[in-house]
């Protein structure tokens, strides 16, 4: 299994600006994946980033909301663009690897 | 209708308990079928993974999938204090084998405290 890392691992934030969180994978995955955990919510996907390739936004998830950088095959990175109180949640990111995925610890941001 | 239902609890049991947890889903086209465990500001980490109907064993873990019945289960045996997590269970389409499109849909976690 992959051992994921995430930075940071919690934050707070003023409304409007904009944090950027990496994922560092230990091994070269093809698909890295981030997901948003709202308190008492399942797991939601964000996008799912392929390298060399524009990001692939799920339905509610849009770019310029939350840009994602995959620069290469061990590293990718969310930015949570002009932030508000409701971007408060758990962020996680992850890769495939075995037919399932294997998580980063997360990030915690908190919007005030 | 939720594509997964999952208790949230909080489900509380004693030390050395059998654990029950269980998710429902509606999609029939789910093939793939994990348990992940979530300790308190931790990321999902995954315990079992399996495919189709069945059983899967692993230590003091069961997982149990009924396809007639769109019902999935996690027993645990000999539950210990260190069992105290959130389980999620988490389901795919083979179009999307084992979550390679990212398409993993997750319970909402089920909530266990193992009391010593």
């Known amino acids: 299994s992959a051992v994921i890392s995430q930075k940071p691992s919690r934050d707070i934030c003023q409304r409007g600006t904009s944090l950027t969180i990496q994922c560092q994978v230990d091994?070269?995955?093809?698909?890295m994946f981030w997901y948003r955990q709202q308190p008492g919510q399942s797991l939601t996907l964000i996008a799912t980033a392929n390298q060399g390739s524009e990001a692939t936004y799920e339905s509610g998830f849009v770019i310029d909301k939350f840009p994602i950088s995959r620069p290469n095959l061990t590293f990718s990175t969310l930015t949570v663009s002009n932030m508000s109180p409701e971007d408060s949640s758990i962020y996680l990111c992850?890769?495939?690897?075995?037919?399932?995925?294997?998580f980063g610890p997360g990030t915690r941001l908190l919007v005030l | 209708q939720k594509e997964v239902e999952q208790d949230p609890g909080p489900l509380s049991v004693p030390e050395g308990a059998i654990v029950s947890l269980n998710c429902t889903y509606s999609n029939s086209a789910f093939q793939y079928f994990m348990w992940y465990r979530q300790y308190s500001r931790k990321g999902p980490e995954l315990l079992m993974y399996?495919?189709?109907?069945g059983n899967k064993e692993d230590g003091r873990f069961t997982a149990q999938v009924d396809k007639s019945s769109k019902y999935i289960s996690l027993f645990i045996r000999d539950s210990q204090p260190s069992d105290s997590a959130t389980y999620l269970c988490a389901m795919s389409a083979p179009e999307n084998y084992g979550g390679s499109q990212g398409n993993l849909i997750f319970g909402k976690g089920t909530k266990l405290s193992v009391k010593p």
């Open positions: 992850s890769s495939a690897g075995g037919g399932t995925q294997y």
């Open positions: 091994s070269q995955v093809t698909m």
């Open positions: 399996t495919y189709s109907s």
